[in-house]
Nanobody
Framework: QVQLQESGPGLVKPSQMLSLTCTVS??????????WNWIRQPPGKGLEWMGA???????YYSPSLKSRTSISRDTSKNQFSLQLSSVTPEDTAVYYC????????????????WGQGTQVTVSS
């Protein structure tokens, strides 16, 4: 069974870059035609899909965050990462990585799986 685990700093200062990594175990990020996603949930708000990277390395971004977001992967470590630049307090959220997330329905697709989430606070 695939497992996902987010890691990264819990506190980021305004204007700096937020960097998170998702480590995947129990399955390869390069096989199975899966899409690997980053999603966040600000306090009191719903889930927001940020972007994704495919099994073949293709990337996709939310139009509202595209200018500040970069998703990459390290296949040797079976990890994929998120970088969000120029953060503000509005970027404070629980950040999740997930396999097979449908941004339209905000639900996992077939063979979907969540990481446990990591709280990131943007504050000076």
């Amino acid at each position: 069974q695939v497992q996902l685990q987010e890691s990264g700093p819990g506190l980021v200062k305004p204007s700096q870059m937020l960097s998170l990594t998702c480590t995947v175990s129990g399955g390869s990020i390069t096989t199975g035609y899966f899409t690997w996603n980053w999603i966040r949930q600000p306090p009191g708000k719903g889930l927001e899909w940020m972007g994704a990277i495919d099994y073949d390395g293709s990337t996709y971004y939310s139009p509202s965050l595209k200018s500040r977001t970069s998703i990459s992967r390290d296949t040797s470590k079976n990890q994929f990462s998120l970088q969000l630049s120029s953060v503000t307090p509005e970027d404070t959220a629980v950040y999740y990585c997930a396999r097979e997330f449908d941004p339209v329905s905000s639900r996992l697709g077939d063979f979907g799986s969540w990481g446990q989430g990591t709280q990131v606070t943007v504050s000076s």
